[in-house]
Nanobody
Framework: QVQVAESGGGLVQAGGSLGLSCATS???????MAWFRQAPGMGREFVAA?????????YADSTMKARFAISRDSAKNTAYLRMDSLETEDTATYYC????????????????????WGQGTQVTVSS
């Protein structure tokens, strides 16, 4: 059974840090992965992506690249998102996505390019 499960969300003060984890099934250990987020009343937006062998990482913009870090541990079938210098605007539900269709060692940043999604983990940044 396909499984994608996020964890690590919570409440943090502005300027603080959080680390999110995305645990997946064994069959996903060599597939591109990404993090997206959705704030209340907003559409889902891309945050960061990592290629299947980790050779590529990509972020939504320079601000996220400066504050966030995506990584993966294929031996553990897990991807991570480290978030530093959090801002109230980062408040959202964060989703992990896995691409299972054919792909090279590239990053993918459109939600339609991913095939499986987790249920999300809530991140709340207070002022």
């Amino acid at each position: 059974q396909v499984q994608v499960a996020e964890s690590g969300g919570g409440l943090v003060q502005a300027g603080g840090s959080l680390g999110l984890s995305c645990a997946t099934s064994e069959t996903f250990r060599r597939h591109p992965m990404a993090w997206f987020r959705q704030a209340p009343g907003m559409g889902r937006e891309f945050v960061a992506a990592i290629s299947k062998y980790g050779g590529c990482t990509f972020y939504a913009d320079s601000t996220m690249k400066a504050r966030f870090a995506i990584s993966r541990d294929s031996a553990k079938n897990t991807a991570y998102l480290r978030m530093d210098s959090l801002e109230t605007e980062d408040t959202a539900t964060y989703y992990c996505a896995v691409r299972t269709r054919s792909s090279d060692d590239s990053c993918y940043f459109r939600d339609q390019e991913y095939d499986y999604w987790g249920q999300g983990t809530q991140v709340t940044v207070s002022s």
